[in-house]
């Protein structure tokens, strides 16, 4: 987990080399997944292709930052379980009692951490391919609602529970 000079945490999800075969051999190109979260409920991921591994690590650090959604967090879980949706993948997210830890693997792990989550327990359905995986997780967060904005919507105020 890396902490950049904004607050920004990045993390590399995975690193491609491809090859193209031309006459005089093999001309390589990278591309890099990479996510970018504040810790603190939001988070964006970008890809980046370049013929050097840096160049593709800072293209796709720059694509992370302007796509950046907003994640509703309650005590550093999920406010409810959501099952994320791309292509051939599924990730199940589901909120965790305190203590329990990120329980993920790969892309679905990176960007947990991103956006600062601290318990949750998950499930990649369908692909391990970390492109979906990663969109498929993504795509279930933007869909997570807070309990103010339903309200909202719906013209109703939140009432703490009688005890």
Request: proline letters at 4%; zero cysteines.
């Amino acid at each position: 987990m890396e902490q950049n000079e904004l607050g920004f945490v990045e993390k590399v999800v995975s690193l491609n080399r491809v090859a193209k075969v031309v006459k005089g051999g093999r001309r390589f190109s990278f591309s890099a997944l990479v996510v970018v979260g504040d810790g603190k409920g939001r988070v964006g991921y970008g890809l980046g292709k370049a013929q050097e591994v840096p160049e593709a690590l800072r293209k796709a650090t720059e694509r992370a930052r302007k796509n950046m959604i907003e994640v509703p967090l309650l005590d550093g879980t999920l406010p409810y379980e959501i099952l994320g949706r791309f292509g051939a993948g599924s990730v199940m997210l589901r909120p965790a009692s305190r203590g329990t830890g990120i329980i993920a693997g790969g892309a679905v792990r990176a960007v947990m951490e991103a956006v600062g989550v601290h318990d949750v327990l998950t499930k990649a359905i369908g692909t391990n391919n970390p492109h979906n995986v990663l969109r498929a997780t993504v795509a279930g967060l933007a869909s997570l609602r807070s309990a103010d904005s339903v309200g909202e919507v719906r013209g109703k105020t939140l009432v703490a529970p009688r005890k």
